[in-house]
Every structure is written in structure tokens, then in C-alpha cells.
């Protein structure tokens, strides 16, 4: 038999990440959703594909999730985004108890068991608040590039303020207003991220917090946010460099062993 392969797919509301497998290596691609997700996500198959030398015939099966993947006509079969961020957590950071994926759409915790399988879970409501699209619309407020938030230097590290709408269409004005009131951006930055802390850690009190804790999503590589989530919930948070793949890596695991084992 030639060359098994499967593919993660997580098609997300801002982003599109794939995850291929063979079974020995996994290799990861991301590309902006854009105004037409469902032609991006058909592109990066097919450039992933191409790179990897294979036909849409050779691969064994291809697993889709995210907020995306209904409209996704080449999948093979769909999975919850719950599912798959709890496979692809255990994956990245073995022993994870507690999944919390910020993505851009919305904010979930999942609890998991001794061995990692899912037995609770919690979801924010269809609301901006305590997701990436809210820190989005805050970056345009702020004239800075989303991942320039977590990098962002202390300069008037003394100075704070509070941001207090959590709707993203208030919190925008709301910005403007303390930039107009001479209110840094950096203590701005800095309260957003613990309005956003704030509101996942409310959220993910309601299930059975338990470590370690791992964070998953496209949020994970903004540090600022992580700490301010660790302080928000009095628990040391775990995350990896590939975790805002781990939807996809949770698809692609659960990819080979339904297709392929």
C-alpha cells in the first residue's frame, strides 16, 4: 500500500487550519478565512496536496470542525470543535485536565477525564465579549495589528484604567474616548486582556477547574492575555506553539484512527 495520509481541518471565523498526517509527522498550515471561507479552505487542500505530492484520492479521510466546516463540501466527516481542542490539548500538553479555547467566534472550557476524555463542558453566548473578535475590534480602535497586543511595550506602565463594556461595538468607543483622554494604549492593551480574563474565567468557573490547565486557539500566542487569565482564575495556565492548531490536531488524530487504524 502506498503513502496513508489523513487531514485536520479547522475552519475557523477569522483563520483556516490544516494539520496533515501520515502517521509519522504532522505538519500544520494557516490561512485567513477571508470574505470566502469555503474557496481558502479548497485552496489550502490543494496546496497542501500539491506539497505533499499526493491526490484528493490517496488520502484516507479528511475530518473537519470549527465554526466553518458546514460549508466545507470535501470533508469526509465533521466533529465537534469540542472534541477535537480536547484530542489535539492531550496531544500538545499530555494530561490536560482543563481545555480553554479562545477563538474568534466565541470562548469555551472543557473538562476532561484522567484520560482525557471529554465529560463536561461550557460555552460562551454568541456574543464578541471574551473572544478574539472582540480583541480584534479593540485593535482597530487602537491603531495596532491584533498580534502586536501581547507584545506591545510597557511604556507608562504606571498609568491604568478599566475598560468597562464588554459589548464590542461599545468597547470601541469606549477606547477612543481614553485616547482622547490621553490614556496610553499600552495600559489600554493591558485592560483588555483583563476584561476578556474576566469574562472566560467567569465563564470557565462553572465546570470542574482542574489542572493542568492548558489554552488553546489563536489567542494562546498573545502572553499578555495568558497571564492575565492566570491571574484571573489563581491557576497557572499551560499552552504550546502549535496550540492554535490544536482543533486541527485534534481533527487529524481522530482522522487516523477512524480512517486508517
Request: with cysteine.
Amino acid at each position: 500500500m502506498g503513502k496513508q495520509a489523513v487531514i485536520g481541518m479547522d475552519a475557523g471565523s477569522t483563520s483556516i487550519k490544516l494539520t496533515f498526517y501520515d502517521g509519522e509527522r504532522m505538519r500544520h498550515w494557516l490561512t485567513p478565512a477571508g470574505w470566502a471561507p469555503k474557496r481558502a479552505a479548497q485552496a489550502l487542500l490543494d496546496q497542501v496536496l500539491a506539497e505533499e505530492g499526493m491526490t484528493d484520492d490517496a488520502l484516507r479521510g479528511i475530518i473537519g470542525t470549527g465554526y466553518g466546516r458546514i460549508a466545507l463540501p470535501f470533508l469526509s466527516k465533521t466533529v465537534t470543535e469540542i472534541a477535537c481542542h480536547a484530542k489535539g490539548a492531550v496531544i500538545l500538553r499530555p494530561g490536560t485536565r482543563t481545555v480553554i479555547d479562545i477563538g474568534g467566534q466565541d470562548a469555551k472550557a472543557i473538562e476532561l477525564s484522567a484520560e482525557g476524555k471529554v465529560t463536561n463542558f461550557i460555552m460562551n453566548d454568541k456574543c464578541a465579549a471574551g473572544t478574539g473578535k472582540f480583541l480584534e475590534v479593540a485593535s482597530r480602535a487602537l491603531g495596532l495589528d491584533i498580534h502586536e497586543f501581547g507584545e506591545l511595550h510597557a511604556e507608562d506602565a504606571g498609568q491604568t484604567c478599566r475598560i468597562s463594556s464588554m459589548c464590542a461595538v461599545f468597547a470601541e468607543t469606549e477606547i477612543v474616548s481614553l485616547l482622547n483622554q490621553g490614556v496610553s494604549r499600552t495600559a489600554i492593551v493591558n485592560a483588555l486582556h483583563q476584561a476578556v480574563a474576566s469574562r472566560v474565567a467567569v465563564m470557565a468557573a462553572r465546570i470542574n477547574l482542574r489542572g493542568p490547565i492548558f489554552l488553546s486557539g489563536g489567542v494562546a500566542s498573545n502572553n499578555k492575555l495568558v497571564a492575565a487569565l492566570a491571574e484571573a482564575l489563581n491557576h497557572e495556565i499551560e499552552s504550546h506553539e502549535l496550540a492554535p492548531y490544536a482543533g486541527a490536531i485534534g481533527a487529524a488524530a481522530l482522522a487516523w484512527e477512524q480512517f486508517v487504524l
